[in-house]
């Protein structure tokens, strides 16, 4: 066998620590050192071990007693040598944890929890996204029983002391060399069970209401934004904080704006005319109509902008841009006149290709 640290000093507790204060420190060090928690560690593993031999024999105020007058040579001599394997270390470990994690604050830990969390999806304009809006939304949630204020409890009674467990949350069963302690099945390591369940809840503390709740949608908002309204999720059971809420905004498309994150994007016709000769036209903006000027020769697809006409930053600052992209009609329905002053057109354009086409293969 390989020489052994002092129990002491793998726990780094005093030579005249109590149990309470030995049980602290173990408990720190198997949370730190548990093989889940340093997958593949070898080292951690090799503390993990000797954490758990230190502390199964200074627990125990005989095995302690001996240790402390003998040493680790004082328990081999007395038969205690047989830490049995480790394998059953770790598979007794799960109720270990079960019971450190309730230890000294059971009943509060194991009963009162924080609410749950609720998600709300929000389906709004692209208006409202654009300049924010209020809205009231009503939530069903979980809230504290108002006839036995989350007691669970019928009013009247109160919460008797578990028989199972004589109240202590926790049932002691030996396991050869252990003292195994583990929740109690019966009360679910609360120590109290109740005779008499409050009728209005069922026994559970809670009932379902609904409850309106302000929702300010700040302006600059989008599809997948989401808002978190700390405390309006569910209550928490016996007592605990409320859960939050969230709420999943969906952004309506508009008719004729698109988005593209802070950016309004939009197309505007214009007839094949106008691109040729220019104009001025007036096309609509978050804030009203506002001219934009066409100019000479504008192809289809030509792309305007209005700076800061867009959507306001969510952050609070600047407002994006709103670009127009121009599509070109094509004349239909020509009456007479129009058409024969578009073959003339197309008469002179002809004669000039023509001449065109010429002087490249003279050249
Ligand atoms: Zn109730
Ligand atoms: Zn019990």
Do not use: W
């Amino acid at each position: 066998m390989t020489t052994k640290r002092d129990y002491y000093q793998v726990l780094g507790v005093d030579r005249n620590a109590d149990t309470q204060q030995i049980k602290a420190r173990y408990r720190k060090l198997a949370l730190k050192y548990h093989p889940d928690r340093n997958p593949g560690n070898k080292e951690a593993e090799e503390r993990f071990k000797e954490a758990a031999e230190a502390y199964e024999v200074l627990r125990d105020p005989e095995k302690r007693r001996i240790y402390d007058q003998y040493g680790h040579e004082g328990l081999q001599g007395s038969g205690f040598s047989g830490f049995r394997g480790f394998d059953d270390i770790f598979s007794s470990f799960s109720d270990i944890f079960e019971d450190f994690f309730g230890f000294g604050s059971s009943r509060s830990r194991a009963s009162a929890r924080r609410g749950a969390d609720l998600r709300y999806d929000l389906t709004i304009s692209f208006m409202e996204a654009a300049f924010g809006v209020e809205k009231e939304i009503e939530v069903e949630k979980a809230h504290t029983c108002p006839s036995c204020e989350g007691s669970a409890c019928e009013p009247g009674t109160s919460p008797e002391s578990c028989r199972y467990c004589g109240g202590t949350g926790h049932i002691s069963r030996s396991q050869g060399f252990f003292s195994i302690r583990s929740t109690c099945p019966q009360c679910r390591g609360r120590g109290t069970v109740i005779r008499h369940p409050c009728r209005q809840c069922q026994g559970t503390g809670q009932v379902l209401q609904k409850k309106k709740v302000s929702v300010k949608m700040p302006a600059g908002v989008d599809t997948g934004s989401r808002l978190r309204l700390t405390g309006e999720g569910e209550a928490g059971p016996y007592g605990g904080p409320p859960g939050d809420l969230y709420i999943y905004v969906n952004v309506e498309p508009h008719e004729f704006f698109q988005r593209d994150n802070n950016d309004i994007v939009c197309q505007v016709p214009i007839s094949f005319v106008q691109a040729a000769l220019g104009d001025t036209i007036e096309v609509p903006t978050l804030n009203g109509n506002k001219k934009l000027k066409i100019p000479k020769g504008t192809q289809p697809g030509d792309i305007f902008r209005f700076e800061g006409e867009g959507i306001p930053s969510l952050r609070g600052y600047g407002r994006g841009d709103q670009i127009i992209q121009v599509v070109v009609k094509t004349p239909t329905n020509l009456n007479k006149k129009q058409e024969r002053l578009l073959r003339e057109f197309a008469a002179i354009e002809s004669a000039k290709l023509t001449t065109r086409i010429k002087k490249m293969f003279n050249s």
